[in-house]
């Protein structure tokens, strides 16, 4: 794949347990402690708002989210590392925010390791603003655990 894909050549599809192989792929490539298949099967047959970001054939990143009442909490965003820092984040957290407002969704959430600096920017460029801290909610080497900033956007 052209690692210069432009937004105009990318579409969403919803993920699917066919492409969990190339959804792994990333996932293990781009996280310490990556989402198990299990974790990718679970949201599926849970009806998660699951989709993939795909050019060329090949995907490029992917977001699964949870709609509640009047919020969605998002669960996993994640761009494949070699892609990373071109926007793509941006155009899932753009998708999943319209998805959101159609659903009668007023808030997004999401929760992201305190050490993730590159990822607490983007959400903050797009709008999120830090609401909380939970103490040691991600596992981190050697058996630690590491806190969580949690974010909210105001849709």
Do not use: C
């Not at 492409?19 to 781009?30: Q, W």
């Not at 793509?88 to 992201?112: C, D, H, P, S, Y």
């Amino acid at each position: 794949m052209n690692a210069l894909v432009h937004a105009a050549e990318a579409e969403f599809e919803a993920m699917s347990e066919a492409r969990l192989e190339a959804v792994m792929d990333i996932e293990t490539r781009a996280y310490e402690f990556p989402w198990s298949r299990g974790n990718f099967s679970d949201s599926l047959r849970a009806g998660y708002q699951a989709q993939l970001l795909v050019a060329e054939g090949a995907v490029l990143g992917y977001f699964v989210a949870m709609k509640g009442l009047d919020e969605v909490h998002l669960l996993n965003l994640t761009v494949d590392p070699a892609l990373q820092g071109r926007g793509w984040g941006r155009v899932m957290l753009e998708a999943l925010a319209t998805w959101a407002r159609g659903k009668g969704a007023e808030w997004l959430w999401l929760e992201v390791r305190v050490s993730n600096l590159p990822a607490q920017r983007l959400y903050e460029h797009v709008g999120f603003r830090t609401v909380g801290r939970r103490p040691a909610y991600y596992p981190a080497a050697a058996g630690q655990r590491e806190d969580a900033i949690v974010m909210s956007l105001k849709l």
